[in-house]
Nanobody, 123 residues
């Protein structure tokens, strides 16, 4: 499975941004598709949320309200809509996929990753 993120960039605080993750090489509709981010200087990737084909969408508590995940199975694409962005949202954003995930919020559960897309929010 290959994943390619797009849509990152430099925005101002309060702006919105939508990231896309296009998948190829697998049966997309059966994959758990997740979004993580890694802030500058942080070692771990932070779970934002995921969309599971049977269980639906879940979010980290800290991400609820401003972040929204959707997927288009016809386009093999998952999206991350980010609203009211803040400087602390500055990070590299990654999408991840796996067909069998037990703990949806753990990066270690996902075998497939995109290259990441940089989001920088200026104050």
């Amino acid at each position: 499975v290959q994943l390619v993120e797009s849509g990152g960039g430099l925005v101002q605080a309060g702006d919105s941004l939508r990231l896309s993750c296009a998948a190829s090489g697998g049966t997309f509709r059966t994959y758990d598709m997740a979004w993580f981010r890694q802030a500058p200087g942080k070692e771990r990737r932070e779970f934002i949320g995921d969309n599971n084909w049977s269980l639906g969408t879940s979010y980290a508590d800290s991400m609820k309200g401003r972040f929204s995940i959707s997927r288009d199975n016809a386009r093999n694409t998952v999206y991350l809509q980010m609203n009211n962005l803040k400087p602390e949202d500055t990070a590299v954003y990654y999408c991840a996929a796996d067909s069998r995930v037990r703990y949806r919020n753990l990066a270690e559960e996902y075998d497939y990753w995109g290259q990441g897309t940089q989001v920088t929010v200026s104050s």
